[in-house]
């Protein structure tokens, strides 16, 4: 599935995120970390497992931050912070 979901933890509900721009593709397994206002994942279960994307809250939007060509998929790998994100 290519679909992204938003919990608001004061109104405790989920929100649909439809991201505006180009996207990383459905992946599962992979890792995410939130910096700020941005969540960073990185791997998963996909057909291009060695990217690094970020998701920008207020804009709603995605951008490739990274992409590495792998030999093998990385899943359920753990991504512990990210420093800056520009």
């Known amino acids: 599935m290519d679909e992204l979901y ?3 933890i004061k109104s405790h509900s989920w ?4 991201p505006k ?9 992979h890792s995410a970390v939130v ?5 960073v994942i990185f791997g998963g279960n ?8 970020s998701f920008n809250f ?9 992409k590495v060509q ?6 359920a790998m753990t991504l512990s912070c990210a420093l800056q994100i520009t």
């Open 21 to 29: 721009g180009q996207r990383p593709a459905a992946r599962y397994l």
């Open 15 to 18: 929100e649909f995120v439809l």
């Open 70 to 75: 792998l030999f093998v998929s990385l899943l």
């Open 46 to 53: 996909d057909k291009a497992s060695g990217d690094v994307w």
């Open 35 to 39: 910096v700020g206002d941005s969540m």
């Open 58 to 66: 207020a804009t709603r939007r995605w951008k490739l931050l990274s």
């Open 6 to 8: 938003m919990f608001d």
